[in-house]
Structure formats: structure tokens, C-alpha cells
């Protein structure tokens, strides 16, 4: 158990709807971010953010945003969903940027 | 060219064989992650390492800075290190946490 917590687990919904992605990071860890891993694609770096601020943009369309709390949880949001936007989404936690990060076990989002 | 290579790409070993994975990377660093991904999609966060060497139970986990490359070594191999191994670094240039990311090893150990 990394200490960090994604919900849900699973979620499928239809195309052109919004979900939003849960994570909850470690204990003690300020920087979240958020990855993409589409269908046997490599981790996608959309956004990380460090104690309540964006600190990083990675590829993250227009559609999808990001927030951070000040409980330090952060949500993904993803509107319009295409098809395209199914994929397994990580969320990881760090004390810091420049420190180990920890991984969530995943949500497994499915556009039908 | 990728800034982070591995090979193999794929790798298919019995049970109890020294396992060997390799990530050759082209930028400077400030430091190279090795994960584990779980067929179930799971990430586990294996070392983290600027230089030398880390051990962690069967694996092992060695860097060498000047020549850019690092290796991962499971010993006494088992069907549970069954996983896609993910070799990650950390531009030096890059003040963020903006990791750059190897294809992947799919590792399958028969019993």
C-alpha cells in the first residue's frame, strides 16, 4: 500500500459526460500529479500541483482541469468525454517535487 | 530517438533466473525512478536513485551517471515479479517533477 488513495476504482460512463477523479496523497506529501495511461501507452504527464498551487502543465487538454485542496486532495476533472479519453489515470504524491514519488492504484475510466 | 530506452522489450525467463533490465537515457539527470507495473495496472515505486547502487529484498537497482545508464536485477526470479518494469528520470533541467518515461520491460517468469 503506497498510502495513496484513488477512487473510484472503476468508473464507465458514456461519451460527452463529466467525471471526476479522486486522489488523496500520502500523509505529509504537498505535490500531487496526475498521469495518463492510455491503452498499452506509456504514463501521459498532465499536471502536478504543489500545496494548493499548479506548479506543472503536462499534455492536459482543455477539457480536463485539475485542483488541489487545502487537505492537499486533489481531483481531476474531465468534461466532453470522447471515446479517446478512456484510459487508466494515475494520481502520485511527493513531499516535494524533487522527492520519491508514491503511486495511487489507479482509475480505470471507460467512455462508451 | 526516445531519451529513455530500455531493453528489452520484452522478456520471458523460468523461475529462479537472474533477471537483468536495462535503461540508457540521453539528458541529464538528477535522478532515475525503476516501477512496477502490475498486470492489474497498479504502479509501485521500486528506487529511486541519483548514483550508485540500492538494494530491496531480491531487487537490485544500479545507475552509472558518466555512462548514462541503469540497470534493475531481480534475483532468484518467481512468477509473481511477472510485471511491466518502467525505467523514469528526472531532467536536471526540468525544476519539476515532469518525469521522462521509458517504453516499459514486460517480464514474464513461467514457473
Known amino acids: 500500500d503506497s498510502g495513496v488513495t484513488q477512487t473510484p476504482k472503476h468508473l464507465i460512463t458514456a461519451t460527452g459526460q463529466r467525471v471526476t477523479l479522486r486522489c488523496s496523497p500520502r500523509?505529509?506529501?504537498?505535490?500531487v500529479y496526475w498521469y495518463q495511461q492510455s491503452l498499452d501507452q506509456g504514463l501521459q504527464f498532465l499536471i502536478q500541483y504543489y500545496n494548493g498551487e499548479e506548479r506543472a502543465k503536462g499534455n492536459i487538454l482543455e477539457r480536463f482541469s485539475a485542483q488541489q485542496f487545502p487537505d492537499l486532495h486533489s481531483e481531476l476533472n474531465l468534461s466532453s468525454l470522447e471515446l479517446g479519453d478512456s484510459a487508466l489515470y494515475f494520481c502520485?504524491?511527493?513531499?516535494?517535487?524533487?522527492?520519491?514519488?508514491?503511486f495511487g492504484q489507479g482509475t480505470r475510466l471507460t467512455v462508451v | 530517438k526516445n531519451e529513455v530506452e530500455q531493453s528489452p522489450q520484452n522478456l520471458t525467463a523460468q523461475e529462479g533466473e537472474f533477471i537483468t533490465i536495462n535503461c540508457s537515457y540521453s539528458?541529464?539527470?538528477?535522478?532515475l525512478h525503476w516501477l512496477q507495473q502490475h498486470p492489474g495496472g497498479g504502479i509501485v515505486s521500486l528506487f529511486m536513485l541519483s548514483s550508485g547502487k540500492k538494494k530491496h529484498g531480491r531487487l537490485i537497482a544500479t545507475i552509472n551517471i558518466q555512462e548514462k545508464h541503469s540497470s534493475l536485477h531481480i534475483t532468484a526470479s518467481h512468477p509473481r515479479d511477472s510485471a511491466v518494469y518502467i525505467c523514469?528520470?528526472?531532467?536536471?533541467?526540468?525544476?519539476?517533477?515532469?518525469?521522462?518515461w521509458g517504453a516499459g520491460t514486460k517480464l514474464i517468469i513461467k514457473p
Open positions: 500523509s505529509g506529501d504537498l505535490s
Open positions: 523514469a528520470v528526472r531532467s536536471r533541467a526540468d525544476s519539476n517533477y515532469q518525469l521522462i
Open positions: 539528458v541529464g539527470i538528477s535522478a
Open positions: 502520485a504524491s511527493s513531499v516535494v517535487s524533487n522527492t520519491e514519488a508514491f
